[in-house]
């Protein structure tokens, strides 16, 4: 068992826009995707998908 430090990008809710440090458990990684439009990446987990602002190659470089 792993886990990885990430900034979380807080999307919804009244904490919209705000940014927070969060340890993932990289067992718990379903998939992970550049984000669209802008910087940082989507790390889908059981419960959902997290946005985070690393890169897509960093967040590879961690899990990998």
């Known amino acids: 068992m792993m886990f990885i430090e990430l ?4 999307t919804a809710g ?6 927070r440090q969060i340890s993932i458990n990289t067992n718990r990684v379903i998939s992970f995707t550049p984000v669209e439009s802008g910087d940082g990446t989507n790390i889908e987990v059981k419960r959902g998908v997290i946005r985070v602002k690393q890169t ?9």
């Open 14 to 19: 009244i904490s919209a826009g705000k940014q």
């Open 7 to 10: 900034t979380e990008l807080i």
């Open 56 to 64: 897509y190659e960093e967040v590879k470089e961690l899990i990998a």
